[in-house]
């Protein structure tokens, strides 16, 4: 099925002289952890007007009939993802990119191998500005991509990017990266307790939660690198897990979600706590981390002292 809306969309594509090329990127095309049945379809089209696909939606059409679309996320100004489900169930996320941008950016990459001096007259700032701009589109082609229409040789100047910018899976976690992940969880934590001890559990689990989550997954992230070494793979948004962090850590994750009452919430922000605590512990113990401020002491008996008195008050 998937096959048949790629075949459209290079059908739809011959004929609208503004796209100049399209790739398919993502679990579609990359080695480890293929695609099944319910993955998205990732696709960036590049255009001399992705503005005209912000608003519109009448072009779908000529792929295949929807069933369901909406614009998601700004991945960065003037860049979204149109999100599409087709009514033979296949998902696509297609961003929209700015064929000048692909030229600016092959330029750059041409001037850093041959010509690096020139880029000497650029603020260091705004050299930062431009690579991590490279670096936010490479990311999502280091584990592949494949282009199905090119109109321009898109596909000689993505590698050309690729090989003078791409984005590296190594990556060294810092001192500072560490406090801050420390720091905001615990700050979090606190703010868990005292909406479990108002009975907010709609608004702890929807505001604060997935907070905490994300900085225990920073967390795992971070000694999974730090165990394993810098180029050790760790994957978006906590994808794959089972494979690739600590197994006594996966199984410590058996614990950490909660039902929707009082006790079960408590319960689980202790497995979430006690989780955080056992990874940072072994982070401490290494040379490289353990000079760091440690606040899970005082947050640990202020959110005790909370649950405590909510217990005492519940019962």
């Not at 379809?41 to 255009?47: A, E, H």
Request: glycine share 2%; net charge positive.
């Amino acid at each position: 099925m998937k096959e048949d809306i790629i075949k459209n969309i290079k059908v739809w594509a011959d004929g609208e002289v503004d796209v100049k090329s399209i790739l398919i990127i993502g679990s579609s095309v990359r080695e480890l952890h293929k695609s099944d049945k319910y993955s998205d379809l990732d696709l960036i089209i590049f255009t001399t007007d992705p503005f005209k696909y912000e608003k519109s939606w009448t072009w779908i059409n000529e792929i295949y009939k929807p069933a369901s679309y909406h614009n998601g996320f700004e991945i960065s100004k003037g860049t979204f993802v149109k999100r599409i489900f087709f009514e033979n169930e296949v998902a696509v996320d297609i961003t929209f990119l700015s064929s000048k941008l692909m030229s600016a950016i092959y330029v750059y990459a041409i001037l850093k191998e041959k010509a690096n001096y020139v880029l000497t007259i650029l603020r260091k700032k705004k050299i930062k500005e431009i690579e991590n701009q490279i670096l936010n589109f490479t990311y999502y082609l280091h584990r592949g991509y494949h282009f199905i229409v090119d109109k321009n040789s898109s596909e000689q100047k993505v590698n050309k990017i690729i090989n003078q910018c791409g984005y590296k899976t190594e990556y060294s976690y810092e001192l500072k990266d560490f406090e801050i992940v420390l720091n905001r969880f615990w700050q979090n934590a606190y703010r868990m307790a005292y909406k479990i001890s108002r009975n907010e559990l709609f608004s702890a689990k929807l505001e604060i939660e997935p907070e905490m989550k994300l900085d225990l997954l920073n967390i795992i992230s971070i000694y999974a690198k730090h165990v394993n070494g810098d180029n050790y793979e760790t994957w978006h948004k906590g994808k794959f897990i089972e494979k690739w962090a600590d197994p006594v850590i996966v199984e410590k994750l058996k614990s950490i979600y909660g039902e929707y009452n009082v006790m079960s919430s408590w319960r689980s922000l202790k497995s979430t706590t006690d989780l955080f605590i056992y990874i940072s512990d072994l982070l401490y113990s290494s040379n490289k981390f353990n000079t760091i401020n440690k606040p899970q002491s005082v947050f640990s008996k202020w959110i005790m002292e909370i649950e405590q008195t909510n217990t005492a008050i519940t019962n």
